[in-house]
């Protein structure tokens, strides 16, 4: 049986960033909240995305990324920052160790904290968009 799809509102998907960003401001060094960080960009990039288009839900996707795509650029943060066209100096991110910032978020969904230079520059790079998002959307 297929699972049925999720479908969010723009205003849903701004008020994720908004809980998650909260959570992750409290708590930055743990890998649970650094999750949430992750999480709150990737929902605010959507929201923009919606925004931007015009679009009423997630359902819209489909209108610009077909039926293979219907869930958009899921959580390849990249992609939402390319689609949406975010200048590089507000989401710079160099990828010195060929370690892609959508590696984050399977290594923080099984607790791996991101330390290190690569892991600062993956929070620093999320943290700019999450900056970015807070004030344009």
Same mark, same amino acid.
């Given at each position: 049986?297929? %699972?049925?799809?999720?479908?969010?509102?723009?205003?849903?998907?701004?008020?994720? @960033?908004?809980?998650? #960003? $909260?959570? &992750?401001?409290? +708590? +930055?060094?743990?890998?649970?909240?650094?999750?949430?960080? @992750?999480?709150?960009?990737?929902?605010?990039? %959507?929201?923009? @995305?919606?925004? !931007?288009?015009?679009?009423?839900?997630?359902?819209? @996707?489909?209108?610009?990324?077909? !039926?293979? %795509? $219907?869930?958009?650029?899921?959580?390849? =943060?990249?992609?939402?920052? /390319?689609?949406? %066209?975010?200048? /590089?100096?507000?989401?710079? &991110?160099?990828?010195? +160790?060929?370690?892609?910032? !959508?590696?984050?978020? !399977?290594?923080?969904? &099984?607790?791996?904290?991101?330390?290190?230079?690569?892991?600062?520059? +993956?929070?620093?790079?999320? #943290?700019? =968009?999450?900056?970015?998002?807070? $004030?344009?959307?």
């Amino acid at each position: 049986m297929p %699972k049925p799809e999720i479908v969010v509102n723009c205003s849903q998907l701004r008020n994720a @960033f908004k809980a998650h #960003r $909260k959570i &992750y401001r409290n +708590q +930055q060094d743990n890998p649970s909240c650094q999750l949430l960080l @992750f999480y709150a960009v990737e929902a605010g990039l %959507k929201s923009k @995305f919606l925004q !931007e288009r015009g679009y009423k839900s997630t359902q819209d @996707f489909k209108k610009t990324f077909g !039926e293979n %795509k $219907k869930h958009g650029h899921g959580h390849k =943060i990249s992609e939402w920052v /390319a689609e949406l %066209k975010i200048a /590089a100096h507000v989401a710079a &991110y160099s990828d010195d +160790q060929n370690d892609p910032i !959508e590696n984050a978020h !399977e290594k923080l969904r &099984y607790g791996s904290i991101l330390s290190g230079n690569n892991g600062k520059a +993956q929070i620093s790079y999320l #943290r700019s =968009i999450e900056t970015y998002l807070s $004030k344009n959307i």
